[in-house]
């Protein structure tokens, strides 16, 4: 089994800064792509950052030069500093995990779309 639980999340004014983190537990090795989604009220959940396990990195151009992704693959955790925040970043974010060799009874397996519980980001005017 895979977890992904994400933390940091909360209110912030518009022009602050919030650092999400996202830890991944379980019985696994070789996360692959790791991400960042967020959905607001109304709204599809959309991609706001990627990172694989190399550290290439995409955003989504509505946060680029505002948040920075990153992962520690030896704590198996993922990061998303956001800075500038404005109103409209307001969503609960989700991690992701798109594939993992996971430890089943007697053997792994590749397992795919892992996702947190989501955490809140509320960003006031």
């Known amino acids: 089994q895979v977890q992904l639980v994400e933390s940091g999340g909360g209110l912030v004014q518009s022009g602050g800064s919030l650092r999400l983190s996202c830890v991944v537990s379980?019985?696994?090795?070789?996360?692959?792509?790791m991400a960042w989604y967020r959905q607001a009220p109304g709204n599809e959940r959309e991609k706001v950052a990627d990172?694989?396990?190399?550290?290439?990195?995409y955003y989504d151009r509505s946060v680029k030069g505002r948040f920075t992704i990153s992962r520690d693959n030896v704590k198996n955790a993922m990061y998303m500093q956001m800075s500038n925040l404005k109103p409209e970043d307001t969503a609960v974010y989700y991690c992701?995990?798109?594939?993992?060799?996971?430890?089943?009874?007697?053997?792994?397996?590749?397992?795919?779309?892992?996702w947190g519980q989501g955490t809140q980001v509320t960003v006031s005017t």
């Open positions: 992701h995990v798109n594939r993992a060799f996971v430890r089943r009874t007697t053997s792994w397996a590749y397992e795919y779309n892992f």
């Open positions: 990172i694989t396990a190399g550290g290439g990195t």
């Open positions: 379980g019985s696994f090795r070789d996360v692959d792509v």
